[in-house]
Every structure is written in C-alpha cells, then in structure tokens.
C-alpha cells in the first residue's frame, strides 16, 4: 500500500504566524471532518495541505454574514437568506448549517438526513449511521435542538413526527411547509426563505419549539 500523502507545511515546521493559525484551525476540526477531507483527496489522487484543511474549517466555522429577521408576526421571525451554490453533487444543506447557527445564535445537538458540509461532532441520525427515522431508539425531548433535512419527494409526515417526538426545538429544511398540527404541542417560531442560486428551488427552513406541558 503506498504511503499516505504528507501533510504541508506541519511537518516542515511553522513559518510566520499564517502557518501557525492554519495549523492551529486544522487542529481543531473533528476526527471525522478530517477523514472525510483525508478520503475525498485521496480519492482525486492528490496531496494533504494545511491550506485544505483550513479550508474546511473556514466551510464549517468560519465567519458568516447575518441579516437579523426581515420582521416578526406573532411571536414568528421571518427571514430571507440568499446563500451561494452548494459545492457538494446533491443539495445537501451547503452554508445552511452555518447561517442558521449564526443567525439563531445555537447550535443543534443532531442532524437528521444530509449532513455533509455538518461539523463531525454533530451525531448524525440517519440509514448510513444505523437508524430508521420511523422507529428511534431514543427518549422524548432527549435532544435540545435537532435539524432535519429530509428528501424533497414528499413530507415523510410519519418521521417527521418521530423525529420532533424526540426534540425539544426542531428546524426542518425542505421545499413545503410542514403543518404545525403534525407536531405535537409544536410552536412555530422561524419562517426563513433560502435560494442557493439559479435553476435552484427555494427551499424554507421551519422553526418550531415545543410548548411548555399545560
């Protein structure tokens, strides 16, 4: 088996501070970010650099511009988020992760459905990692804050309840709106219209947070 590709500059040592902060950043991604990095570039044949996995960590934490809600209506914030075109060959959720994260100033504890371009850290719950959404092995309101991006074939209402079963707050990412009488004592706190550039459909990520127990 040939050699894995070497990592540059770390093993040639720092040279200025820009070396420093590019390898203090590769650092401090996941484990499982930097597999991922490590499979795609050995996949196209080419080397590891720091200058790649700096640029992963500015993909999943580096700075965003955020806009605040365009108004609010009814305890409901509305917003319009105009990101730039997913990178990945399916839709994926791109800079959605992101931008929702800066703009709700919170970051989800789960993802249900696509995660690429989703820190590693994050527990991913779908088929690839054992699980059926229909059927989860896991307490009510066990998580603090889940996002779910399902397929866009239809609104998997039996999942979509299991899943908000087992979250105390929920966004959900998909091109129709989910009604609120599918999730048990839901309130729908978030309206946000996102377009990811053209022949792309606006997709809407939907907000809800569950009601305190009456």
């Given at each position: 088996?040939?050699?894995p ?10 040279r ?10 590769a ?58 075109r ?56 066990q998580?603090?804050f ?16 299991e ?5 105390q ?43 305190n127990?009456?």
């Amino acid at each position: 088996m040939a050699d894995p590709p070497k990592l540059y500059p770390i093993d040639a040592g720092f040279r200025d501070s820009r070396d420093a902060t590019r390898c203090v950043r590769a650092g401090h991604l996941h484990p499982e970010d930097r597999r991922i990095y490590y499979e795609e570039r050995m996949s196209d044949g080419k080397h590891l650099t720091i200058d790649g996995l700096e640029g992963v960590w500015r993909t999943l934490y580096g700075e965003v511009k955020t806009t605040g809600a365009l108004f609010e209506n009814e305890g409901i914030e509305f917003g319009f988020w105009a990101l730039p075109r997913p990178l990945t060959e399916g839709w994926g959720s791109g800079s959605v992760w992101k931008r929702m994260c800066a703009e709700l100033k919170e970051t989800p504890d789960v993802a249900f459905g696509k995660t690429d371009q989703i820190p590693g850290g994050v527990l991913a719950v779908d088929k690839k990692t054992g699980y059926e959404w229909a059927s989860l092995p896991f307490e009510e309101s066990q998580f603090t804050f889940g996002y779910w991006d399902p397929p866009y074939d239809h609104l998997y209402k039996k999942e979509g309840i299991e899943i908000w079963r087992t979250c105390q707050k929920i966004a959900i990412l998909h091109t129709h709106i989910f009604p609120r009488s599918w999730l048990y004592r839901a309130v729908r706190v978030g309206m946000y219209a996102i377009t990811m550039g053209p022949m792309k459909q606006t997709r809407c990520l939907q907000v809800f947070e569950k009601a305190n127990a009456t």
